[in-house]
């Protein structure tokens, strides 16, 4: 059963939420992230990202990086700006993104679940990022950035949760981008133990995004043999049914040396080929093709779309069966071919970057489910790499769990 247990959060001042919050470090990029925390020094992008505090060019995986970013969280700590919590709470945490409303428990889920798979994966990770995000916990001494967990929705949360809900929030605030954020403090016993009572009922969590995250703090509970709270590692749990999984798209820089005129008759083997109005799938099994200024909607023929499990996915059968025959990319996690864009920048952001030149063609992708995530993942499957696009992203500095 899965294990959770309350923990005093280091949070940020109510009133200064708004300015100390920021996204996740791996959605943009350091030159991204050093335009949006120029006028804020509160920025906790100055600890996620702390290279944007270095000259431009500094190596991310420099000694001097790491250790300016635990300068820069020491400093909001000293000053007062991030406090702990003096007792172990659980927290709820909602975020609201134009209709989609989403409200998640944030707990410290354990490492060992995670190490004997009652916490499920369903992505291959990189051993330079897990080495990343242990070198970021080691130095801060601190895990920053929450897992995005999820668990089979359960009436009983909801009716708590919602309840909860419906008192004053101790943070809320809506960011630039739109989407609000708030959160409440769950520090009674009696809620606690009922909270936890549920979880051991709850056979297995899932990984919904965060995946280098959790492997990195598995490895560092490893190293400390368990020291301090090294043992349980820092997460917000949803329900299965509100989550909101967006396409992660494919962009390819070159066409294997075929024309355009080549690559569709290839593709008329695998798909049905058909103009594209725009370039959103309206199901899946469609995908839309951007070639050559224009769209073509691509329907996988029969033959193809009988394939159960991982394989059976959309962005496994356009793996297996166009990006490695056709453009020669077996191993898309490493190719510099190929580059991926999370489906909130929308179909415009494929038509610009092909448009640009600097690449060739652009797939659009309908959506996976959570309905087959969890399947992949209760078979022991994979997926192939960036499969899925949550949205809204967890604020970093919200929660942070010391070790």
């Not at 996740?24 to 949006?36: G, I, K, N, T, W």
């Not at 992008?45 to 270095?54: C, R």
């Not at 990195?216 to 368990?226: K, T």
């Not at 992660?248 to 075929?258: A, I, T």
């Amino acid at each position: 059963m899965a294990e959770i247990i309350p923990f005093a959060a280091l949070r940020p001042r109510p009133e200064l939420a708004a300015q100390i919050c920021e996204l996740p470090y791996d959605v943009m990029s350091s030159d991204e992230a050093r335009a949006l925390a120029a006028d804020n020094p509160l920025s906790f992008l100055h600890v996620s990202k702390p290279e944007i505090d270095l000259p431009p060019g500094t190596d991310v995986h420099a000694p001097e990086v790491y250790a300016k970013g635990r300068e820069n969280f020491e400093k909001l700590i000293a000053g007062g700006l991030l406090r702990q919590d003096d007792a172990p709470r659980f927290y709820l945490y909602r975020q609201i993104m134009g209709a989609h409303h989403q409200t998640g428990l944030v707990a410290a889920a354990s490492c060992e679940d995670y190490l004997r798979a009652i916490i499920k994966k369903h992505e291959f990770t990189r051993p330079d990022k897990e080495d990343d995000r242990v070198r970021h916990i080691e130095t801060l001494n601190s895990q920053t950035g929450p897992v995005f967990l999820a668990c089979r929705a359960r009436l009983a949360l909801d009716e708590l949760f919602a309840r909860k809900t419906s008192e004053t929030p101790d943070i809320d605030f809506t960011a630039a981008d739109g989407v609000r954020h708030t959160s409440w403090v769950i520090g009674d016993q009696e809620t606690i133990q009922a909270i936890q009572g549920e979880f051991a009922s709850i056979p297995c969590l899932y990984v919904a995004d965060g995946h280098h995250r959790t492997a990195a703090a598995a490895r560092v509970y490893q190293s400390r043999n368990g020291g301090g709270h090294s043992g349980h590692f820092l997460s917000v749990i949803f329900p299965h049914n509100q989550l909101q999984i967006l396409p992660y798209n494919r962009v390819l820089r070159d066409l294997n040396r075929h024309t355009p005129e080549q690559l569709l008759a290839k593709l008329e083997a695998i798909f049905v080929i058909t103009p594209g109005n725009g370039g959103l799938p309206g199901e899946a099994r469609q995908l839309r093709l951007y070639l050559s200024g224009r769209w073509h909607a691509l329907q996988f023929r029969p033959q193809f779309t009988g394939i159960g499990g991982a394989d059976g996915l959309d962005v496994s059968l356009l793996q297996n069966l166009v990006l490695g025959p056709v453009f020669c990319i077996e191993d898309p996690r490493t190719s510099n071919r190929i580059s991926f864009t999370g489906g909130i920048r929308g179909t415009a952001e494929l038509e610009k970057m092909v448009n640009s030149g600097g690449y060739a063609c652009a797939f659009s992708l309908f959506p996976t489910s959570m309905d087959d995530l969890m399947s992949v993942a209760d078979a022991g499957g994979i997926m192939p790499p960036k499969s899925t696009w949550f949205e809204p992203k967890l604020r970093d500095a919200m929660f942070c769990h010391m070790i």
